[in-house]
C-alpha cells in the first residue's frame, strides 16, 4: 500500500477520517441492506429458490459442467500457448516471408472480437460444410484469440531481456535455433509468468462465452437451472453460486501467479527486464 | 460482397449501436473506474477495502456472467422499473461495471509511477488530499498510463459483442439476421470482423500517437 500520499493522520485528520469511515460504513451497509431488502421483498430468500442445490443429481451435473468448462481451459490454454510460442518465435524471425504473415495473423486474431471467431467457426463454417462441435468451436476460438495475445507477451519478453544474453550465446558459437531455444525463451517465461497467468485467468473467464453457443458449461447450466419451474426460477441464487464458482477459480490461478513471482524473485536465474519491457507487459495485460 | 451490399443498412444499425454502447461505456467505466482508483488510495481504511472488493468480485467473474446476471436475474429483483430497464440498458450497466475494475486497476498503476516528492511537495504547500490527487497525481498519472487505457478500452469495444447473445441489435446480432433472410452467414461474419479490425486499428495507432506525445519523461 502507498501511504507515501497521506501523512500519518494527526488528531484533526483522525476525526475526520472516522468520520468518513462512518459515512463510508453508512452508504456500504445501506446499499447491501437495500439489496438484501429488495431480495426478501422479491422472495429470493424462500427455501424454494435455494432447494436445488440438496438434491445430488443437481450437484452431479453442476460438477459436469465445471468439467467441461475446465476442459474447454485446459485444452485451450495448452493449444494458446503452443500457437502463441510458434507466432512469437515467428514475429521474430529474420525471414520476412515468417515474420510478415505471423505479425497478420497475431494482428488479425487480436482485433476480432471473441465472439464473432465463436459464431463464425460454430454458425458460419457450416455453410461451406465443416461441421463442428461446439466444445472445438470454443477451444479453437480460445486458442487463436488467446494465443495471439500470449505472442505478443513472448515476443515482448524476449525483446525486453538484456542484449548481452543473446550476444554472449553467439559468441559462445549457438545456432538462431539454439539461441531461442536454449537462451532466450526459458528467461523470457521467467520474467513473463506474472502476465501470462493473468493472461490464462482471462482464457479461464472467456471460456463462459460458449454460452453463446451452446457449449454444455457452468453458465449455460446456470441459465437452465434458473430457468426451472419446480424451483421458482431460482435466478438469482443459481448465478450467485456460479458467480463464486468463477471467482474462486480465477482468484486461485492468480495467487498461482503470486506464489510464482515471489519464487521466482527469489532464484538466482531470475532477470530484470528493463522498464520497456515492464509497461509493454502492463499495456499487454489490460487486455 | 452481395451479402454486405444487399444487408447494408443491417451492417450499418447494427455498428451503429455497436459504437453508441462502446461509446456510452467507455464515458461510464473511465469516470467510475477512476473513482474507485481515488478510493483505493486514500487515507479512509473503510473506503480503501469497499473498492478493492468491489474490483476483485468484478475482474474475477466472466462478463457474460455479468450480462446473464443484469439481462435475466436483476429485473427479477424489481429494484428498477421493468419497462426503463431494457436489454440495451442491461448492456451498458453490464460493460460499465465490468470495465471499471480494470480501469480502476491501470489508473492505480499509474498513481503508483508518479515520484513520491510530488505527493511530498502538494502536501508541503498545504494542498488538502482531494487536491493533492485531482490537480497533481492524477494528471500525470493519466498520462503514463495511456498505453494500458487505450487497451482497456479496445477490449471493452471487443467486449460490446457479447450483448448480442443477451437481445441487442449489435455487430454481433448481425449473424442471426442474416441467416433468418437466408443470406450467407460465413461471408456475413468475415464482413463483421474486418470492420471490427478496421475499428481497432485506428484506435492502436491513436494509442502510439498519445503515448508518444504525452509521455512523461523521467
Known amino acids: 500500500m502507498s501511504s507515501v500520499l497521506f501523512d500519518v493522520p494527526g488528531p484533526k485528520a483522525r476525526i475526520r477520517h472516522r468520520l468518513l469511515a462512518v459515512v463510508g460504513v453508512v452508504v456500504v451497509v445501506g446499499i447491501v441492506g437495500f439489496v438484501a431488502y429488495r431480495f426478501y421483498d422479491t422472495g ?8 436445488w442445490i440438496q438434491y445430488t443429481t443437481i450437484q452431479q451435473d453442476l460438477l459436469t459442467a465445471l468439467m467441461n468448462t475446465l476442459q474447454a481451459f485446459a485444452a485451450g490454454a495448452v493449444l494458446a500457448l503452443l500457437f502463441g510460442a510458434v507466432f512469437a518465435a515467428g514475429r521474430l524471425s529474420e525471414h520476412a516471408w515468417l515474420r510478415g504473415p505471423s505479425m497478420v495473423i497475431v494482428e488479425f486474431f487480436r ?9 463464425f467457426f460454430y454458425y458460419g463454417l457450416p455453410t461451406v460444410g465443416i461441421k463442428m462441435s461446439p466444445f472445438a468451436a470454443v477451444v479453437l476460438g480460445l486458442t487463436l484469440y488467446n494465443g495471439s495475445v500470449l505472442a505478443e507477451i513472448f515476443r515482448a519478453g524476449i525483446l525486453s531481456l538484456p542484449r548481452g544474453q543473446s550476444e554472449a550465446a553467439y559468441a559462445l558459437g549457438m545456432r538462431k535455433t539454439q539461441v531461442m531455444i536454449q537462451v532466450l525463451l526459458p528467461q523470457a517465461l521467467r520474467a513473463m509468468l506474472p502476465t501470462i497467468i493473468s493472461q490464462l485467468v482471462v482464457l479461464l473467464k472467456d471460456t463462459a462465452l460458449g ?9 449455460r447450466y446456470a441459465g437452465f437451472l434458473g430457468g426451472k419451474f419446480e424451483f421458482g426460477r431460482p435466478l438469482i441464487p443459481v448465478s450467485i453460486v456460479v458467480a463464486f464458482m468463477y471467482i474462486a477459480m480465477c482468484l486461485l490461478l492468480t495467487a498461482l501467479a503470486r506464489y510464482l513471482e515471489k519464487r521466482n524473485r527469489r532464484s538466482k536465474k531470475h532477470v530484470e527486464l528493463d522498464d520497456t519491457g515492464k509497461t509493454e507487459a502492463v499495456a499487454l495485460a489490460a487486455d | 460482397m452481395d451479402v454486405l451490399v444487399n444487408n447494408l443498412p443491417l451492417f450499418l444499425s447494427g455498428f451503429f449501436t455497436t459504437i453508441k454502447l462502446f461509446l456510452i461505456s ?56 421493468p419497462d426503463s430497464f431494457s436489454y440495451f440498458v442491461a448492456a451498458i450497466t453490464a460493460l460499465i461495471l465490468y470495465t471499471s475494475a480494470f480501469i480502476c486497476e491501470v489508473v492505480r498503476s499509474g498513481i503508483n509511477t508518479v515520484p513520491v516528492g510530488q505527493a511530498e511537495a502538494s502536501r508541503a504547500l498545504g494542498l488538502s488530499f482531494g487536491q493533492m ?86
Open chain 1, 44 to 51: 429470493q430468500f424462500d427455501a424454494k429458490k435455494w432447494d
Open chain 1, 111 to 119: 482485433a476480432v472480437p471473441l465472439v464473432i471467431m465463436l459464431f
Open chain 1, 211 to 219: 454460452f453463446l453457443i451452446t457449449y454444455e458449461e457452468l453458465l
Open chain 2, 26 to 81: 467507455a464515458v461510464g467505466s473511465l469516470v467510475l473506474g477512476t473513482i474507485l482508483a481515488m478510493l483505493r488510495v486514500s487515507p479512509v481504511p473503510v473506503f480503501r477495502a469497499a473498492a478493492t472488493v468491489y474490483v476483485t468480485l468484478l475482474r474475477n467473474t466472466p462478463l457474460t456472467l455479468v450480462f446473464f446476471f443484469f439481462a435475466f436475474a436483476f429485473p427479477l429483483l424489481k429494484i428498477v422499473s
Open chain 2, 133 to 218: 490527487l485531482s490537480n497533481v497525481v492524477l494528471p500525470q498519472a493519466l498520462r503514463s498510463v495511456v498505453p494500458p487505457l487505450v487497451s482497456t478500452l479496445i477490449a471493452l469495444l471487443k467486449n460490446t459483442t457479447i450483448a448480442a447473445g443477451f437481445s441487442v441489435a449489435e455487430a454481433g446480432a448481425i449473424r442471426s439476421t442474416l441467416s433468418e433472410r437466408g443470406a450467407d452467414t460465413m461471408v456475413g461474419l468475415l464482413w463483421v470482423a474486418l470492420f471490427f479490425v478496421v475499428l481497432v486499428i485506428p484506435m492502436t495507432l491513436l494509442q502510439r500517437s498519445l503515448e508518444k506525445r504525452w509521455s512523461v519523461a523521467r
